[in-house]
């Protein structure tokens, strides 16, 4: 997986003491995704898994990778 950073303007978060600016991130990350998937008649339930190879911050600052478990559950209509 190869992520984006589309924005970079967002004030939202001025003046808050403690938050990290997006500025401080790096423009793109990689990471690996796996992930398993079972269908049992309509349900769906997938269970996905992503770490990073590359780290979020810049040069300089404590590496900070992606570490990510996502569950999704699902009904199918038709």
């Known amino acids: 997986v190869v992520s984006f950073l589309i924005d ?10 403690g938050v990290t600016r997006p500025g401080e991130y790096r423009n793109q990350t990689i990471a690996l995704t796996g ?5 049992i008649m309509k349900l769906r339930a997938d269970l996905r898994y992503e770490h990073g190879l ?21 009904y199918r209509l038709f």
């Open 54 to 74: 590359s780290s979020l911050t810049k040069d300089g600052a404590e590496s900070q990778k992606i570490n990510l478990w996502t569950i999704g559950v699902g």
């Open 8 to 17: 970079k303007d967002n004030s939202i978060f001025d003046g808050i003491a």
């Open 35 to 39: 992930g398993v998937g079972v269908d």
